[in-house]
């Protein structure tokens, strides 16, 4: 099933700039997490959050595909719940950049937690239905 | 096991075309009596209980009987709970970009 998680987020800045913040270590640490991240299809690396009692911190990835400064793809593992974070980077022209972020791969490990649904109406239907 | 709760996966039960709608016609009415919601599909009174049971085993669908009828309403809890885990990386992603463009106009500073 094709669950997905869509996020769009328009940056003044130039693509290439916007690349490094996404495969720099040090950069992609200011606004994601700690990481040993490098832009090399097939590098394993982690993420690493705060630990709490439940969960030592730790997001596995690896990585799938670069496409500089197009398209990023890694894995993103938790536990037994592994999704694929992919970025897609569209220069808008006007100094604008627009970074599309898509998370898939949400199963039903947790329960019955998961993703938004990539199926049109229906998603609207369920948030009109959650606000009741 | 509480038969009606958990037997199912409420994503299984979402899967198909035919189930979302019997949900967004659910929605609609607090109780929906089973003839009036086989009025609304091609297929027959069967086909549809078929797909009333798969939500009610997902419990997401909750039936009693009046009389000779069996009357359906809508349980959302577990579509809540589904919406929670996407809540949590929605919030975490736009937090995250939304850092990301003040670090930008910074470094333009």
Redesign the interface.
């Known amino acids: ?1 094709s ?1 997905v ?1 869509s ?1 769009d ?1 328009e ?3 130039t693509i290439e ?2 690349w490094t ?1 996404l495969t720099d270590p040090s ?1 992609l640490a ?3 997490l700690e990481n040993d991240f490098k832009a090399v299809e097939g590098h394993r690396f982690q993420f690493r959050a705060e630990p709490n009692e439940y969960w030592d911190g730790v997001i596995n990835g690896e990585v799938l595909l670069v496409d500089e400064p197009n398209k990023l793809s890694y894995t993103w593992a938790v536990g037994e719940e592994k999704h694929t974070v992919t970025w897609t980077l569209h220069d808008l022209g006007n100094g604008k950049v627009n ?1 599309h ?1 898509e ?1 898939t791969g ?3 490990v ?8 990539g ?1 049109g109406n ?1 998603t609207s ?2 948030e ?3 606000a ?1 | 096991m509480n038969e009606s709760k958990g037997v199912r996966d409420a994503f299984d039960a979402i899967a198909d075309p035919t189930r979302r709608r019997l949900i967004r016609l659910l929605a609609e009415e607090e109780e929906v009596p089973l003839h009036e919601l086989t009025a609304q599909f091609d297929m027959g009174r069967t086909a549809v209980s078929k797909h009333l049971t798969i939500l009610k085993e997902a419990g997401l669908v909750v039936d009693r009987k009046v009389g000779r009828e069996t009357r359906f309403r809508l349980n959302a809890v577990p579509l809540r709970e589904v919406q929670d885990w996407v809540a949590f990386y929605s919030k975490f992603w736009r937090t995250n970009m939304f850092r990301l463009e003040q670090l930008l106009e910074e470094e333009e500073e």
């Open positions: 099933m669950l998680l996020v987020h940056y003044k800045t700039k916007a913040y950069k200011k606004w994601v970074l972020l998370q949400f199963s039903n947790h329960g019955l937690e998961g993703a938004r649904y199926w229906w239907q369920l009109k239905l959650l009741q």
